[in-house]
């Protein structure tokens, strides 16, 4: 087996073990002789020194700005988001750190007692911008359901700063010592 120096190399590492990432050399299923190819294509004065695409760079150890999927949890505003027979509404709130983009609500919820029943009707607020077609509260647990599919939502971007805030209202308030416990915690967009 023939070696190249350092100067005739097409790729890195994970380039050569995982193919070319930009589709040049394979076909989507020939995995097979790839190195080979890129080996024979270097000799030739091919390309050299390509980078995977997954690793676009703006200059050498500064990488293009890119988005990512990240959790941007709620904090309670009141009695560390726990609904009892005195307390129905809790304002949920979250602090921009930087540029994002809700996509996802994911609620939990958990009930004590046998008259902890009420479900979570929400406003949406980014800024000061409603995220919902009517001013009426809608079943956050329906949407937020950890199990549900296709519940993505188009949430307007927001700046670094903007508060995201979930207005909760209790459909029915629990008695006595039952409660119901939230959490709220919004998936979306940043650019990193």
Known sequence: MDYLDGDELDGDVMGDVMGDLDGDDLDGMDVVGAARRRRARARRGGIVNR?????????????QPDEGMVPLPLQPLANGG???????????????????????LLVSTVRTGTTAIGRLLTQFFIGTDLMQA???GWDAELIGNPNSFGTRLTMKAAEPGVLIRAIVTLSNNAAGTDTIFANFTLLGRIVH
Not at 51 to 63: D, S
Not at 90 to 102: A, E, S, Y
């Open 51 to 63: 980078k995977p695409g997954w690793r676009r760079q703006l200059a050498p150890g500064v990488i």
């Open 134 to 136: 009517d001013i009426q």
């Open 82 to 104: 726990i609904f009892n027979s005195s307390l129905s509404v809790i304002t949920f709130q979250g602090q921009l750190q930087k540029p994002f983009r809700g996509e996802r």
